[in-house]
């Protein structure tokens, strides 16, 4: 299937590495503009020589902006202008007991993985039905439909991200916009690698420490091994194009089948 997101200008919430990284450069792959958001100008910048590097003429700019705040937003939305493709990646992760998450921690938690995601939204909702085209994508998680003990309040967002999802493709109804989840389950980004070299032993070659943290930690993943951040881009990638015109209001899974569930 071809895709060509030429024209398209999009938009990718915390994407100075990791996941979101990816999700940039598969996007400036299909040809796509991106913005590349963090919060540190150094590091956007230097996200951005990265996704050019993987692809040349890729047309990429940063924006420093931190979005846990409604200042940061307005300040990014002031520096991009409209939107066609709006990616919601930016989300933070902790294991911490749930009897010990005080209140501000929870507000943390839901201004960062939530509010972030809502403010964009409705910023970029109403250009994008006028238009009559636009594709808003919220990365959730896994932990949305199966509340992890370790990270309670996490999980509790990424839920939430899927009612806000499902809300806003209704206020969206009938315009050509489409929004949509993308449960992403346990990725290889560099925070989870450490992860599992703690877990598993800091000493083993990697595939092998991979298959042992699959197998004893993560048993119910039919693929057995961890998801590389380029097979989320990938569904972006789709989500994102015109071929993805009747799929909305709903959480596409890129778990490698680890949410043991026909549905999501
Ligand atoms: N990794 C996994 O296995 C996994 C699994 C399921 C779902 N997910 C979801 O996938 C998404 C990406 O995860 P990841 O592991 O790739 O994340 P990550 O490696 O921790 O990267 C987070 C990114 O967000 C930026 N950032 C943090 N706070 C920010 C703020 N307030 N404003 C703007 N940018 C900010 C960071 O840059 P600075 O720190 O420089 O600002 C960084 O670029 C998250 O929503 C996560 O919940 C991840």
């Not at 919430?13 to 940039?24: D, R």
């Not at 200042?71 to 520096?79: I, N, P, T």
């Amino acid at each position: 299937m071809d895709i060509d997101l030429s024209g398209r200008r999009a938009l990718v919430s915390g994407s100075s590495q990791g996941i979101g990284l990816a999700i940039a450069t598969e996007l400036a792959r299909a040809g796509a503009s991106v913005t590349v958001n963090g919060r540190d100008d150094a590091k956007t910048e230097a996200a951005c020589t990265t996704v050019t590097d993987e692809v040349p003429d890729a047309r990429v700019s940063p924006v420093a902006a931190d979005l846990a705040s409604a200042a940061g937003a307005e300040r990014l939305r002031e520096a991009v202008g409209e939107l066609d493709i709006l990616v919601n990646n930016l989300g933070i992760f902790g294991a911490k007991p749930v009897l010990d998450i005080e209140d501000d921690e929870w507000r943390r938690y839901f201004e960062v993985n939530v509010l972030s995601a809502v403010r964009l939204i409705r910023m970029y909702l109403p250009g994008m039905m006028a238009r009559g085209f636009g594709r808003v994508m919220n990365i959730a998680s896994d932990s949305a439909v199966v509340t992890p003990v370790e990270m309670v309040h996490y999980g509790t967002t990424k839920t939430a991200l899927l009612a806000v999802t499902r809300g806003f493709a209704k206020a969206a109804a009938g315009t050509g916009v489409t929004v949509n989840s993308v449960m992403a389950g346990p990725t290889h980004t560099p925070g989870v690698e450490d992860f599992v070299r703690d877990l598993v032993g800091a000493d083993l070659p990697w595939d092998e420490a991979q298959r042992r943290f699959m197998r004893e930690h993560r048993p119910y993943s039919l693929i057995q091994r961890l998801i590389e951040p380029t097979e989320i881009g990938n569904m972006v990638v789709y989500l994102s194009s015109e071929r993805a015109s009747a799929t909305t209001g709903g959480a596409v899974r890129v778990d490698g089948g680890y949410i043991d569930s026909i549905l999501p």
